[in-house]
DNA sequence: CCGAAATTCATACTAATGGGTGAACGATGC
DNA sequence: GCATCGTTCACCCATTAGTATGAATTTCGG
């Protein structure tokens, strides 16, 4: 983590010779002419104001950058772990498919491998019915067979 | 949002310190001020300066929350892409399971819905060599379906 | 060089899958 | 009410997948 880089501390030393030549300057004036503090002394705050500007700018660049490094981590962690534990179907995709309901159910009990079958067991009807979804959800998902649905499913975000 | 950290008005200090020894190196070599006027303009200087880093932590506040949430943004799309492209195949599963090079080419492909004929021509070999491939394969994988292969062989990081 | 493992291929049989067609029933919306 | 859609089920036929068994060939380490 930088907090200065070489640029920087090398930018902060001209500027510091140029505000002491100022100072000089001045003080060749404050001798010359009496009476002129006010002045000499608003020059000085009004120079250090800019200074502290700068200064300020620099401190808060490189204090956004390590922020930002900061988030980043974070999220990077947010996003592994939402990818991994909540997956979020494309409703929208599986509605332009027409995929209904039931096709979806059978599609995610396909993937986990059951048989038709088994699905038709796990969801009360016969494997005819069965049968009838598979072929409309492959119709729909322009494939002929499961392992085919089940890869191009997942690759759609449509289950998993 | 911090602006300063401890570190940061440790520097500030030592660098405050450092134009002290500054001004008064000059002071003695012009033999100008003295030294009143010389803790006077000094304090003029850093009260400014600071006036001036709380003025510009004031103008760019806003500012820096916006460019650090266009970052994070950013960031995500990184990440995500990351998390898809690079997969890498638990090799000690594939050993420990004692899966062979051809096997696992063999459920690769199946992976990718292919026909056990389409996987057949595309290794150049006969149908009954990949029909012996997967039968050995969905042993090893204590599986008895091509479906629940790839199930298994995915959550086990083999393939994808 | 020998044996184990990997790869190749074959035959035979059974199970599962996929395509096509038709139809019944309920809900939903115009 | 009627049309549409989703869900259910059936029958038939073809293809694909999976199991079992046996065997030839290659590769690789001891």
Known sequence: MKTFSFKNILLYAIAMAGILLLLQ??????????HATEIYITGIAVIFTLVGIWLAKQLTRTK?????????????????????????PDDEMIQSLGISQRELEVLRLMAAGATNQEIADQ???????????????FEKLDVNRRTQ????????????
């Open 123 to 137: 969801l009360f009807v016969s494997l005819n019915t069965i049968k009838t979804h598979t072929s409309r959800m």
């Open 64 to 88: 956004t950058e390590v922020i930002t490094k900061t988030i980043v981590v974070e999220k990077e962690v947010t996003v592994y772990k939402t990818a991994m534990e909540t997956f979020i």
């Open 149 to 160: 649905a089940i890869e191009k499913a997942k690759r759609l975000n449509i289950i998993q």
């Open 25 to 34: 300057w001045m003080q060749i004036k404050l001798l010359v002419l009496d």
